[in-house]
């Protein structure tokens, strides 16, 4: 447990930049942080409470220098039908036990399994959730109620068919038009909060009839388990599970992101699980949603110049003061600018760049980037990833096995006069295998193998198989045996030592060079009178 715990060299490399990075994100994440409360059902302070104890804590335990947490889009789609079922109470006991396990998983080692996860289903992934959270923002954008049920489309429709407030629908489409141009034109200016700004004087002034943030406390609440219900722990943990695997996911992906972004700078993804785990333990006795790193906010942090944690720290402080000292302020903030917000977040969150080249690089990656962008829409995101990863593993291994070959090679000369070896070339035929030697390869060797007739010897070259599972092994010694049982012998040169134990233990003879392989013919042949 020692290595998951901060250390004095965790803040070493801090520097006066740290705290202007800090106040720059807590100026960007402000905002958001509110949108995603009021996203999830549980409400702006909700998500303001994520911000300051997730952000505090996954920067001070975490494994990356750069990275700012609380709460996050991504997160917001998979908490809305968890709310739907199970009310708030429920969304903060899944928030706990997503924790745990966390923890667990950090425990485990799993944080570097991360790197298996192929860019398009990490790309197709950001584009299903920008969509859905587009499409869960229609109805406050719109100025309506939203719509009973989990489907963020028919949502969408309904609120359409409900007739649109035009004072909202203002809001929001300026608040998008501001930011998505703004950011165009001065990237380093915090456009989301003078958008916020700018909407709310606007409603202030012309006193518009939409429904706004609400009461919001000064103070963060005194830490509760109260709202933990342990007859209803089973039945939230498939929640739990998602909300963990989102969490790992998105965590450990924006780390890498920062990691690419800086120069010096490599997580420990490990660690990073368990600083997440301890921030979705302890948030909840506060009244937060789960959280998770945000790649947006910890973008703006090393632009920054941020370089340790502290930035972290005081993006976290900062938010814990402006709810101290303007709690009266925000809670006149429309809706239906926070929906403008997220709609521009939304649209933000795709890398158009990115996409293009992996839709032109081949049709394998347009199909995963498509199909997991599809299946994030229509289900559910762990799902998502899930078919994503299970796809592209497909894709990958039909790839390998097509790149796996046998093909025929003369036989080499070695110390037999030109008269000999004519006679052995017309009753010795050698084959080189290339590649991998595994289940998905495997049996297109075995038709080929077992095709190969008017020889009497066949000398297969492995010296280039550069993996062989057990179902490689199993067809390979079902050709020998088919080819045996037609009085041809079958002879293996050239076999890795790991490959030999196997193919041994299935009765398969092997020699070291394929040398010895035809001397081992030769005398076969003058043994049956093949030979003279």
């Known amino acids: 447990m020692r290595a998951f ?31 995603f409360g009021v996203a999830s ?34 997160m917001t789609v998979v908490l809305v039908p968890i709310v739907a079922t199970f009310g708030p109470g429920g969304v903060l006991t899944v928030g706990l036990l997503a924790g745990v396990l966390l ?44 719509p009973d049920g989990h489907n963020v489309v028919v949502n969408a429709v309904h609120a359409f068919g409900s007739g649109p407030a035009l004072p909202a629908v203002a809001l929001a489409g300026g608040v998008v038009a501001i930011m998505l141009v703004g950011a165009r034109w001065k990237p380093a200016i915090p456009f989301s909060l003078l958008a916020v700004a700018a909407g709310t004087v606007v409603a202030e002034i012309w006193s518009l009839p939409v429904p706004r943030i609400g009461t919001l406390p000064a103070f963060l609440p005194a830490p509760s388990l109260s709202f933990l219900d342990f007859g209803a722990l089973w039945s939230l943990l498939p929640s739990a599970v998602a909300v963990a695997a989102l969490a790992a996911l998105e965590s450990l992906l924006s780390a890498t992101v ?11 993804p490990d660690r990073e699980l368990f600083g997440q785990g301890i921030a979705n333990v302890i948030t909840p006795m506060f009244g937060g949603v789960p959280a998770t790193a945000a790649i947006a906010r910890t973008a703006v942090n090393v632009r920054s110049g941020a370089s340790s944690r502290l930035a972290a720290l005081v993006h976290a402080a900062t938010l814990a003061a402006i709810m101290l000292a303007a709690a009266s302020v925000v809670e006149r903030i429309p809706l239906a600018v926070l929906a403008g917000v997220l709609l521009a977040t ?78 052995l070339a017309q009753h010795i035929v050698a084959y080189r295998l290339d590649g991998p030697l595994f289940f998905a390869a495997a049996h297109r060797f075995l038709l080929e193998l077992t095709e190969i007739s008017a020889v009497s010897v066949v000398i297969l070259r492995m010296s280039h198989v550069s993996a062989m599972d057990g179902t490689g092994a199993l067809v390979l ?16 040169s050239g076999v890795r030592d790991e490959h030999r134990r196997q193919l041994e233990t299935h009765g398969v003879r092997t020699f070291a060079s394929t040398p010895e392989a035809i001397e081992h013919a030769r005398d076969h042949l003058r043994r049956n009178g093949t030979l003279p």
């Open 103 to 146: 923890l667990a998983l950090a425990v485990a080692r799993a944080g570097r399994y991360m790197r298996y996860v192929p860019a398009p289903v990490v790309e197709g992934f950001t584009i299903g959730i920008a969509a859905v959270i587009a499409l869960q923002q229609i109805p406050a954008a719109l100025g309506v109620p939203t």
């Open 5 to 35: 715990l901060p250390v004095k060299a965790d803040w070493s490399a801090a520097t006066p930049r740290d705290v202007v990075a800090g106040l720059t994100v807590a100026v960007v994440a402000l905002p958001l942080a509110l949108g």
């Open 477 to 492: 010694r079902d050709a020998v045996e088919r080819l045996e049982h037609r009085g041809v012998t079958v002879l293996l």
């Open 346 to 423: 939304a649209v933000r969150m795709v890398e158009v760049g990115s996409v293009r080249v992996l839709m032109r690089a081949n049709r394998s990656d347009a199909v995963v980037l498509a199909l997991t962008a599809l299946a994030t829409l229509a289900l559910d995101l762990v799902t998502a990833v899930i078919l994503g990863l299970v796809v592209a593993g497909g894709l990958a291994l039909r790839a390998v096995a097509r790149s796996a070959r046998i093909d025929e090679e003369p036989l080499e000369p070695g110390d037999h006069t030109q008269e000999e070896h004519e006679l």
């Open 258 to 268: 920062a990691d690419g972004m800086s120069v010096n700078q490599r997580h420990d």
């Open 41 to 74: 059902g549980l409400g702006a302070a909700a998500g303001l409470a994520t911000a300051i104890v997730a952000g505090a804590l996954a920067a001070v335990f975490g494994g990356s220098s750069l990275q700012v947490s609380g709460p996050t889009g991504a």
